[in-house]
Each structure stands twice: as C-alpha cells, then as structure tokens.
C-alpha cells in the first residue's frame, strides 16, 4: 500500500482506520501494511519480529456468504 503522503490514491482500497497514537507509532516505528485479497495485514518493523510475520488488522470483511 501506498500511504496518500507519498503519491497513494485516496481510496478506501488504500485504507486503515487507526486512531491517531497508533498512526503515529505506525510511522514512526515503521511498520507496514499489505493488503491481501481485500484483508489488511500489519507487517511490524525487523526490531519488533525478526521473520516481520503479518498479522491480521481489524475484523475478517464479510464475504456475502450465508454460514449453513
């Protein structure tokens, strides 16, 4: 993903909703965000994990699937 700051599109596709200590620790600290098949995954800076292991950001979106 592309933050706005840098040149991303201001989309929601392009989005994470943080409240404003933790978009400041997001940036500072230097983790990243990947998007994969519409789930936002937070990547932590190599000091936090060494292997920089994803981890899911927010709740899983609803697919329009009924659960039987």
Same mark, same amino acid.
């Given at each position: ?9 201001? #989309?929601? #596709? ?12 997001? #940036? ?20 936090? #994990? ?19």
């Amino acid at each position: 993903m592309d933050p706005w700051a840098r040149g991303g599109p201001t #989309d929601l #596709d392009n989005a994470i909703l943080l409240c404003p200590f933790h978009h400041r620790r997001f #940036d500072l600290d230097r983790w990243t965000l990947e998007v994969v098949e519409g789930e936002r995954w937070l990547v932590p800076p190599s000091w936090v #994990d060494a292997r920089r292991t994803p981890r899911r950001a927010g709740r899983a979106r609803p697919t329009g699937r009924v659960a039987a």
